[in-house]
């Protein structure tokens, strides 16, 4: 399985999921999102245009998020796409520079997402995700891998989440039926405990 894309609303454990796919199956995970918010703490050109529409939970324009892309798989011998493409002109886009070969659906409802999102909590020195519920940090506000204190992404807060699930919705939701009618698309119960999800996404890419 050489390139894999995993769609799913804001929330539905893509990152967490995908960093341990890709681990088993060797390949290059791309989190758009990362990149964005790495781009937007270094200050970069790119960065500051991103960060209006990300403060907002409004998509970034699409041929910057393609370009991005295009940049990063370029001779890559497998990767793992995570957050990426969130609008049918991306994946048209992408279509265009690299061969898609399966595509995982992280099915999560809307009331589990806004629970998660609001109990969101990350690392602001290494990026770790915890959550306030179910994957509570050994001291409170500290990661346990390197004792960077734990914020709130600004995209969290609860206006802002309201926002990125209209825009998943009307965004993003099509690109379910539009991988589907290519034959490409899986669909896995996103709402179990990440290690579960993740031997099954596994576990369905290897056969
Ligand atoms: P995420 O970490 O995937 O939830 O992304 C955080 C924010 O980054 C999103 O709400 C968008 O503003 C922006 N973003 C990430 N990926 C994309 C994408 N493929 N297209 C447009 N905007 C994106």
Request: net charge positive; charged share 30%; no cysteine.
């Given at each position: 399985m050489r390139n894999v894309v995993l769609l799913g609303p804001p929330g539905a454990g893509k990152g967490t999921i995908a960093v341990r796919v890709a681990e088993a199956l060797g390949l290059l995970h791309l989190s758009t999102g990362e990149v964005l918010r790495d781009e937007v703490a270094r200050g970069t050109e790119l960065g500051k245009l991103a960060q209006a529409f990300m403060g907002r939970g409004e998509l970034v324009p699409d041929d910057v998020v393609l370009a991005m892309v295009r940049d990063r798989v370029r001779d890559q011998p497998g990767v793992l796409l995570d957050g990426f493409p969130r609008t049918l002109a991306q994946a048209e886009g992408l279509a265009g520079f690299l061969r898609v070969d399966a595509v995982v659906d992280l099915v999560v409802t809307k009331d589990e997402v806004v629970r998660r999102l609001g109990n969101r909590r990350v690392c602001s020195a290494c990026g770790a995700v915890?959550?306030?519920?179910?994957?509570?940090?050994?001291?409170?506000?500290?990661c346990d891998r390197c004792g960077g204190a734990l914020v709130q992404r600004p995209d969290d807060a609860p206006e802002v989440v309201a926002r990125r699930y209209e825009v998943y919705e009307r965004d993003s939701r099509p690109l379910v039926?539009?991988?589907?009618?290519?034959?490409?698309?899986?669909?896995v119960d996103g709402a179990r405990p990440p290690d579960r999800v993740a031997a099954d996404v596994v576990a369905l890419l290897r056969s």
């Open positions: 915890y959550n306030l519920v179910t994957q509570r940090p050994r001291v409170e506000g500290k039926d539009y991988y589907a009618r290519q034959g490409l698309l899986r669909s």
